[in-house]
């Protein structure tokens, strides 16, 4: 079922000047599960059926009526966002949508880049608050170190986080994009399912990448 519900802002968390995490509470709160995304309307609870005055976002949390979105401001609606959704503003969301689901106990290698991380949130927070004790690698790779993943969100220790940064020279952290070998070095990796979020360009890049090395279980969210 999809449910159009009023929501209000409770937090704003500015992680770089085009990335911000903002925390919500869903009036009307329904369960989701981790891969999911909602539709947000600024203006009024009317979603037009070509979808012009929303955009998507994917769920960054998971299981709590307040929740999260990660948003990367780009075009005219993020600009928006990033100008109006201030702590006691109010929206309207139509969700859950998606057929990019996390919802199992299953070993996963998950890849994103920059604000695709946001999926894989939601996942982190259903590792925690299910308790799954599956084992994973989470691929994060980032233009500039100030929006790696453990500087906004406390990373569960059954994920073993690789961070990449691309833009900026860093002490510690590989300044380079994931590479083949990233993925070709890791132990029992065909015993993992694989989940891509970010461009068309960046996941057919790693699809490419993981099907040159055997890998068959993959999964992946387009975002254009
Ligand atoms: C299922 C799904 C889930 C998504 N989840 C998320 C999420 O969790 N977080 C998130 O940040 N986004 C997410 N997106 C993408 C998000 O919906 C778009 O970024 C948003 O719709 C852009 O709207 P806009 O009006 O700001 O940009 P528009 O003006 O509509 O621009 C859209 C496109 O134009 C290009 N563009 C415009 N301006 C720029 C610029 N300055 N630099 C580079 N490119 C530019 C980009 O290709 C961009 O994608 C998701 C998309 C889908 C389909």
Redesign the pocket.
């Known amino acids: 079922m999809i449910i159009t519900s009023k929501c209000i802002i409770t937090d704003v968390i500015e992680i770089s000047e ?2 911000k995490l903002f925390e919500f509470e869903i009036d009307k709160y329904m369960p989701w599960e981790p891969g999911m ?1 909602l539709h947000l309307n600024l203006d009024s609870s009317k979603f037009n059926p070509d979808w012009s005055n929303s ?6 949390s998971y299981g709590d009526k307040k929740a999260k ?13 990033f100008d109006e959704m201030k702590i006691g503003k109010e929206f309207y969301i139509r969700y859950p ?2 057929d ?1 689901f996390l919802n199992d106990n299953r070993n996963k290698v998950l890849i994103a880049a ?3 991380i ?2 894989f949130m939601s996942y982190m927070d259903y590792i925690i608050k299910e308790n799954i004790k599956s084992q994973n690698y989470l691929f994060h790779s980032v233009k500039i170190e100030k929006e790696s993943i453990d500087n906004y969100y406390s990373v569960p220790k059954n994920v073993i986080l690789k961070k990449f940064v691309t833009r900026e020279n860093t002490k510690n952290i590989p300044n380079r994009h994931i590479e083949k070998k990233d993925i070709s070095n890791l132990e029992n990796r065909n015993t993992f399912d694989y989940y891509i ?1 970010g ?1 068309e360009l960046f996941i057919d890049k790693y699809r490419n990448i993981l099907e040159e090395n055997n890998i068959k279980n993959i999964f992946y ?4």
């Open positions: 085009t990335l995304f955009r998507p976002f994917s769920f960054a979105i990660l948003v990367r401001k780009l075009g005219y609606y993020t600009n928006r966002m949508f998606g990019f920059g604000s695709g946001s999926p979020c461009s969210d387009y975002w254009s």
